[in-house]
């Protein structure tokens, strides 16, 4: 049975843009309920951990650069079907390519810079959940 938690966070990007308010507008009008939220700012080297599945890909300097270069904003979600339903809204990785009115679509500007990050199974959102949250920061 698919689970009901996923996890996000709005990027660098998109909170610099002052997007944050817009975009858990649609996260909440589209039937998620934030289990748990902070704004940070990641290092280099906790960037670099999160992403640690992507270390081979040529773009992975790139991308730790980015998710380090200013503030994030990472959440906890439940809604049934978390994962896929969130993959949903917020659409193709390359912004070209989503739907729209997808959170991508809306938001993001390019391939890296892409707004939001959603995670892509029940075990990375448990896994990501933890990396950023403690048993006492859950609701
Ligand atoms: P996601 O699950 O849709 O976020 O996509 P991936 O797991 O494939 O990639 C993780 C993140 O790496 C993406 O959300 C992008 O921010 C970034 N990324 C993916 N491909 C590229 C690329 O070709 N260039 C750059 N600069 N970043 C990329």
New binding site residues.
């Given amino acids: 049975m698919a689970g009901t938690l996923t996890f996000t966070m709005i990027?660098p990007d998109a909170v610099s843009k002052n997007y944050t308010g817009a975009i858990l507008q649609q996260i909440c009008e589209a039937g998620f309920r934030i289990v748990a939220m902070k704004q940070l700012h990641l290092s280099a080297a906790k960037a670099g951990e999160f992403?640690a599945v992507?270390k081979e890909?040529?773009?992975y300097g790139?991308?730790v650069e980015?998710m380090s270069s200013g503030h994030i904003v990472a959440a906890i979600l439940e809604k049934e079907n978390a994962v896929e339903s969130f993959r949903k809204l917020i659409g193709?990785?390359n912004p070209a390519n989503a739907e729209e009115g997808t959170i991508r679509k809306r938001f993001a500007e390019s391939?890296?810079?892409?707004a939001i990050?959603?995670s892509?199974s029940d075990e990375n959102a448990a896994i990501e959940g933890n990396f950023f949250f403690s048993g006492l920061e859950r609701f």
Avoid at 111 to 114: A, F, Y
């Fill in positions: 990027k992403y992507h890909r040529p773009f790139e991308l980015f193709a990785t391939l890296g810079k892409n990050h959603g892509d």
